[in-house]
């Protein structure tokens, strides 16, 4: 039989195929600064972004260098300004070189080398260079994901009165609200849903944050406290509210800042979601899937592909890096398989249980 746009597969009793890992990837900062500096000597553009997307060809449609995480360079030099935007992708930023302003959904943050801010989708934001240093920034997106979905909508000059905050609430919230009822059928727990709270879901008010390194940093600095027994890792999530259960900095992506005391080891791991790892202090090493990879501050590594085993270590100064892994994606959906210990059997987080550390016996500060 022919068929147009459409075929069979027959799985029939076939087993699933075996879990294949991705390599890692290690972008030097070498490159990462050429790049910056190339992207500097380009004339301005019209929208005034010079950007450059790092490209993992592996990670298929997208332009992406995990298959559901993008990752951008952004440079404005002193006085330049970005045309404004919108799109229903989110963002997690991290300034690297410079500082400057990002006006988000009406809000101000200026910003500072190493502090994060969030972008929330559908928020008209601008970039604002009023220094007189070059700024780059890089800019985490889950575009990746809707690329592949092939549902990514831009806005390339949206109308800021139209947009309005991210997250408000309707003006007439009573008169949005369905009389129609969420109802129980049958006694199993299962619901009926009417189609005017499907299209007015509740609305989670997804602001833009920030989080300033310096005021991290003096919170990470503590848990250096924590002794070599300490068998967890020393880190803050920058944790968004409005992420809920899901422990996020957005819907999709944590983005989680550590600390490594020198000569510190991690115990081999591995989860479901993919992590990138910029390495902003230090030099050290990754063991991923039986391969070592070393790194040093400025490199930017996909340092776990899903699922992959893996483990970091520090060599002989503190180490700090912001990682961006896409957990709350991954909770979720209810995917997020992790193994603490290898020993032992893996967990769907946020489905079956979690894991606990020693802390409250090593002790440390807050």
């Not at 070059?134 to 800021?160: G, W």
């Amino acid at each position: 039989m022919e068929t147009s746009g459409f075929r069979f597969v027959d799985e029939t009793g076939a087993p699933a195929p075996p879990h294949r890992p991705a390599e890692p990837v290690v972008i030097p900062r070498e490159a990462i600064e050429a790049e910056v500096e190339r992207l500097a000597r380009l004339p301005r553009p019209d929208n005034g972004r010079r950007v450059s997307k790092i490209v993992n060809p592996a990670s298929g449609s997208g332009q992406a260098l995990a298959p559901g995480i993008a990752v951008s360079i952004s440079v404005l030099l002193p006085g330049e300004r970005t045309r404004p935007v919108r799109h229903n992708s989110a963002q997690v930023n991290f300034c690297i070189r410079g500082r400057g302003t990002a006006r988000v959904a009406g809000r101000r943050i200026d910003y500072e080398r190493y502090d994060v801010w969030n972008t929330p989708p559908w928020a008209v934001y601008e970039h604002v260079n009023e220094s007189d240093e070059l700024q780059a920034r890089l800019t985490y997106s889950n575009s990746a994901l809707l690329e592949k979905m092939n549902v990514h909508v831009v806005e390339d000059d949206p109308r800021a009165a139209e947009a309005g905050p991210a997250g408000a609430p309707p003006a007439d919230e009573a008169a949005r609200t369905s009389p129609f009822g969420t109802f129980p059928v049958g006694e199993d727990g299962a619901y009926l849903m009417p189609y005017e709270k499907l299209i007015s879901p509740d609305v989670v008010d997804v602001r833009p944050l920030h989080w300033p390194w310096q005021r991290v940093k003096a919170e990470l600095d503590k848990l250096a406290a924590l002794g070599e027994s300490y068998v967890g890792r020393r880190l803050y999530l920058l944790y968004h509210p409005a992420s809920g259960r899901t422990n996020g900095t957005t819907q999709n992506f944590f983005s989680t800042i550590t600390l490594r005391p020198a000569n510190i080891a991690d115990r081999p791991h591995r989860h479901t979601a993919a992590a990138i790892n910029y390495f902003f202090a230090g030099r050290g090493d990754s063991i991923v899937e039986g391969k070592r990879y070393t790194w040093k501050a400025g490199d930017l590594m996909l340092t776990a592909p899903g699922w992959a085993v893996h483990r970091h270590a520090s060599h002989d100064e503190p180490v700090y890096e912001m990682t961006i892994q896409d957990s709350p994606l991954n909770i979720a959906m209810g995917s997020l398989l992790w193994q603490e210990d290898l020993t032992q059997p893996p967990e769907a987080l946020g489905v079956t249980g979690g894991f606990a550390t020693n802390r409250a016996d090593v002790g440390a500060a807050r």
